[in-house]
């Protein structure tokens, strides 16, 4: 079996910024609008009047500040409350591939690989913006890669997942360099009139290069010791989003064909389930929590990673050691915890070890572990 390396990342952050202020204005004149049009159904007791959202909940409840997005005044205006993306031609490049491009070649360039090097590319995010062809094979002709192209669909785990298949490509033989990429779109799948959920999300891409430790020219790579991968059966993060939608009208449009979720649940059942599964697995490879520098963790509830962090450690980690970019980015699914290693990893020395692991809907879970070269 070859040994594996990752041996460059990138990221694609869009151009607009929105505060948890803008968007809970944004929200508030939604709420006012809805309830004045309804105010004699109100008054009636015909129906519920809706509630206000608080900057002041998000924070405590998330830990989110801000996010990055494609699209700021679509989503911002409370008539459409929707990203506004164009729907652009066959020939020109679709938005995820452009995301995708623009990711894959900072983490081409930090590898010091050319695509001709390129043998294999995977997109693995959550959701695909069309069936086929595939988003990958779209982005393997806009880098001029040789080779096969796959998508894969793991919710937030998709970029550990990734990662796992990836790696046992290129130590079975069959695969030489592998680019991964994760272009989330989460903006267009989030319900911006849903006060329990309408501030989770923000939008980004990530791309990671790994391939053959021998055959690897990057000063700045990690080996990968192993993955993990488990998932369950659970119907408490759902998006019933589907190409069988059309065949019954009376579902079209309707809240459940965006993200829901039911968050205390999410959280309560989630946490330990990761806790457990990244000691577990720096079990398996004979490593002791304590020995790990750093936990680049999925980035989606500040109090989330603060408790796994606590279940794994035994204690609280520090910034440093478990770093947090959702107050600026928000949940980017797959991409969060590998926009955390993209930005936090440059410091670690020879022979460090870290931990990237998501977690999600199915349930999924996933943990990488990563020895500094
Ligand atoms: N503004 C103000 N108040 C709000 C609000 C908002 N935007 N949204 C909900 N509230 C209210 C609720 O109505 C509730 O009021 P009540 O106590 O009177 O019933 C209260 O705040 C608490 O709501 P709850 O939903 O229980 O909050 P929470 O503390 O569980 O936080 C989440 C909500 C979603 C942030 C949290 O559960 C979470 O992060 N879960 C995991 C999410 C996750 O990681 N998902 C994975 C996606 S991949």
Same mark, same amino acid.
């Given at each position: 079996m070859n040994q594996v390396v990752i041996s460059g990342t990138g990221l694609f952050t869009p151009p607009h910024a929105i505060s948890n202020e803008e968007l809970v204005a944004s929200f508030n004149r939604y709420v006012q609008q809805y309830n004045a049009e309804h105010a004699t159904a109100i008054a009636a007791g015909e129906c519920e009047p809706l509630a206000e959202s608080s900057v002041e909940f998000i924070v405590k409840a998330s830990g989110i500040q801000s996010r990055f997005v494609l699209d700021k005044d679509g989503l911002l205006d409370p008539d459409r409350m929707t990203p506004l993306l164009l729907e652009r031609s066959n020939d020109e490049l679709s938005v995820q591939a452009e995301m995708a491009v623009?990711?894959?070649? $900072? /983490?081409?360039e930090n590898a010091?690989?050319?695509?001709? +090097?390129? +043998? &294999? =590319?995977?997109?693995?995010?959550? !959701? &695909?913006?069309?069936?086929?062809?595939? #988003?990958?094979? $779209? #982005? *393997?002709? /806009?880098?001029?890669?040789?080779g096969y192209a796959f998508d894969m669909n793991v919710a937030c785990s998709? /970029?550990?997942f990734g990662i796992q298949t990836a790696a046992n490509a290129i130590a079975s033989g069959q695969a030489r360099v592998v680019l991964m990429v994760n272009p989330e779109i989460?903006?267009?799948?989030?319900?911006?009139r849903d006060r329990d959920s309408h501030f989770i999300f923000g939008d980004a891409c990530t791309a990671v290069v790994l391939e053959r430790a021998d055959l690897a020219v990057s000063a700045h790579r990690f080996e990968v010791l192993g993955c @993990?991968?488990?998932?369950?059966?659970? !119907? %408490?993060?759902? %998006? %019933?989003?589907?190409?069988l939608n059309r065949? +019954? $009208?009376?579902?079209?449009?309707?809240?459940? @064909?965006?993200? =829901?979720? *039911?968050?205390?649940?999410?959280? @309560?059942? #989630?946490?330990? &389930? #990761?806790?457990?599964?990244? =000691? +577990?697995?720096?079990?398996?490879?004979?490593?002791?929590?304590?020995?790990v520098r750093r936990f680049w963790l999925h980035q989606a509830n500040l109090s989330m990673n603060e408790l796994i962090a606590r279940r794994v450690l035994g204690?609280?980690?520090?910034?440093?050691?478990a770093p947090v970019i959702l107050d600026r980015y928000a949940n980017t699914s797959s991409a969060g915890s590998v926009i955390a290693f993209h930005l936090f990893s440059r410091d670690m020395t020879e022979g460090q070890v870290g931990v990237l692991s998501s977690f999600g809907a199915g349930y999924s879970v996933g943990s990488v572990v990563l020895k500094k070269y």
């Amino acid at each position: 079996m070859n040994q594996v390396v990752i041996s460059g990342t990138g990221l694609f952050t869009p151009p607009h910024a929105i505060s948890n202020e803008e968007l809970v204005a944004s929200f508030n004149r939604y709420v006012q609008q809805y309830n004045a049009e309804h105010a004699t159904a109100i008054a009636a007791g015909e129906c519920e009047p809706l509630a206000e959202s608080s900057v002041e909940f998000i924070v405590k409840a998330s830990g989110i500040q801000s996010r990055f997005v494609l699209d700021k005044d679509g989503l911002l205006d409370p008539d459409r409350m929707t990203p506004l993306l164009l729907e652009r031609s066959n020939d020109e490049l679709s938005v995820q591939a452009e995301m995708a491009v623009h990711a894959a070649r $900072e /983490a081409l360039e930090n590898a010091g690989r050319s695509a001709a +090097d390129i +043998d &294999m =590319v995977i997109v693995a995010c959550s !959701n &695909m913006q069309r069936a086929y062809p595939a #988003v990958s094979i $779209e #982005v *393997q002709h /806009a880098l001029g890669i040789h080779g096969y192209a796959f998508d894969m669909n793991v919710a937030c785990s998709s /970029a550990t997942f990734g990662i796992q298949t990836a790696a046992n490509a290129i130590a079975s033989g069959q695969a030489r360099v592998v680019l991964m990429v994760n272009p989330e779109i989460c903006t267009a799948h989030l319900n911006f009139r849903d006060r329990d959920s309408h501030f989770i999300f923000g939008d980004a891409c990530t791309a990671v290069v790994l391939e053959r430790a021998d055959l690897a020219v990057s000063a700045h790579r990690f080996e990968v010791l192993g993955c @993990k991968l488990v998932t369950l059966f659970s !119907n %408490n993060i759902r %998006n %019933n989003a589907g190409f069988l939608n059309r065949c +019954d $009208e009376r579902g079209v449009g309707a809240p459940d @064909k965006l993200f =829901v979720q *039911q968050g205390r649940k999410v959280f @309560k059942e #989630v946490c330990p &389930m #990761v806790g457990e599964h990244i =000691v +577990d697995h720096l079990a398996e490879l004979e490593l002791a929590p304590g020995e790990v520098r750093r936990f680049w963790l999925h980035q989606a509830n500040l109090s989330m990673n603060e408790l796994i962090a606590r279940r794994v450690l035994g204690r609280e980690a520090s910034r440093d050691e478990a770093p947090v970019i959702l107050d600026r980015y928000a949940n980017t699914s797959s991409a969060g915890s590998v926009i955390a290693f993209h930005l936090f990893s440059r410091d670690m020395t020879e022979g460090q070890v870290g931990v990237l692991s998501s977690f999600g809907a199915g349930y999924s879970v996933g943990s990488v572990v990563l020895k500094k070269y």
